[in-house]
């Protein structure tokens, strides 16, 4: 893959300028004498592909507000998981770019009363968008605050009334090589599906989010629309969503094909149930304390167990992990 120094490019081609700057900065941290290897893209002076920043308004303040300190914007945007734009954390900045937002629609299918479609701007009419400041968990052992912005996915699933039988909720994200050259490798069963239960997927803190620091997600968050579950394991988390799929029995997403040993259907956080190569007891925070980053203590479902932990009473969370 072809990193491009910034003198390689004329600085026309960088807006809008906050991009310009953000990078900047960047290089600046880089250039400090700092192990790029050690540090997330954001500090390695990774070159962000331009993209439209766009504001949105107006948003309220969601609940479930937290005091922790954000992770910064530059971080959040460049050290990502998408593997659909490649497997590197700095692979999503560097690739996206290329996702066509406009038109977008989402398919809801399954046990609902009727199958629909619905595009992106009617889906923003559904309800009010939120700033929600949640902590994220990735099953890697790295953490972020971030302030998301959408709103709770109960209110579409509302809107989709789903019937009786349905007891799970399946999402399917966009899988266009044309549009993400990471979908040309066989890394993945493409399309990248994910799964919740149904009363997970009704639960408040469970937001379908467009955007993040008060704007539009970009590519490398998963535009135009993404999943956000606090108190589980990033990956569940899944980007670009352009299918909905409400189901009666639990589905098997591309995790849990690719490797059931080690990614089960349920994905919460937990501390004491270890991923078989590694330990989840502790994490380190994506942009904070540079090479001295320490780890901090996971906790039980993300810290978020008085909300969700009564959805899984009475389950053996080692078995469902
Ligand atoms: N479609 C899709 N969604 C995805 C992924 C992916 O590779 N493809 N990676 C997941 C993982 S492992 C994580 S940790 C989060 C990362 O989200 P972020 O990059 O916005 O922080 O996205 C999740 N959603
Ligand atoms: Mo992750």
């Known amino acids: 893959m072809l990193i491009r120094k910034p003198t390689d490019i004329p600085p026309s081609e960088i807006t809008p300028r906050a991009v310009y700057r953000a990078r900047r900065r960047f290089l600046l941290a880089a250039g400090a004498g700092l192990a790029a290897s050690l540090l997330p893209a954001a500090a390695a002076g990774v070159t962000v592909q331009p993209q439209v920043r766009r504001k949105l308004s107006p948003i309220v303040r969601g609940p479930y507000g937290t005091d922790e300190k954000l992770t910064p914007y530059e971080y959040v945007t460049t050290y990502n998981n998408?593997?659909?734009?490649?497997t590197g954390k700095s692979d999503p900045a560097r690739n996206a770019g290329t996702l066509r937002k406009s038109p977008w629609t989402v398919a809801i299918e399954g046990e609902v009363k009727k199958p629909k479609r619905?595009?992106?701007?009617?889906?923003?009419?559904?309800?009010?968008?939120?700033?929600?400041?949640?902590?994220?968990?990735?099953?890697?052992?790295?953490?972020?605050?971030?302030?998301?912005v959408?709103?709770?996915?109960?209110?579409?699933?509302?809107?989709?009334?789903?019937?009786?039988?349905?007891?799970?909720?399946?999402?399917?994200?966009?899988a266009d090589p044309e549009q993400m050259p990471g979908v040309r490798v066989p890394i993945l069963d493409w399309p990248y599906t994910e799964g919740l239960r149904l009363d997970e997927a009704r639960h408040p803190l469970t937001l379908l989010a467009v955007g993040l620091y008060g704007e539009a997600l970009l590519d490398q968050n998963g535009a135009p629309l993404r999943l956000v579950v606090p108190w589980k394991y990033g990956f569940k988390g899944i980007k670009s969503i352009v299918g909905i799929r409400f189901v009666e029995r639990q589905p098997v997403t591309t995790w849990m094909r690719a490797s059931p040993r080690e990614y089960g259907f349920y994905a919460n956080v937990n501390p004491e149930v270890d991923h078989p190569r590694w330990s989840q007891a502790t994490e380190r925070r994506i942009g904070e304390g540079g090479l001295f980053n320490r780890r901090i203590k996971t906790l039980m479902f993300n810290g978020y167990a008085e909300q969700v932990g009564q959805l899984y009473s009475g389950m053996d969370l080692r078995k469902y992990f």
């Open 150 to 174: 959408g709103f709770p996915l109960a209110k579409l699933i509302d809107w989709a009334e789903p019937t009786g039988n349905a007891r799970y909720v399946e999402f399917v994200s966009l």
């Open 118 to 148: 619905i595009a992106l701007e009617d889906l923003l009419k559904l309800a009010p968008l939120e700033e929600r400041i949640y902590r994220m968990r990735c099953v890697e052992g790295w953490s972020m605050v971030i302030p998301w």
């Open 82 to 86: 998408f593997y659909e734009f490649g």
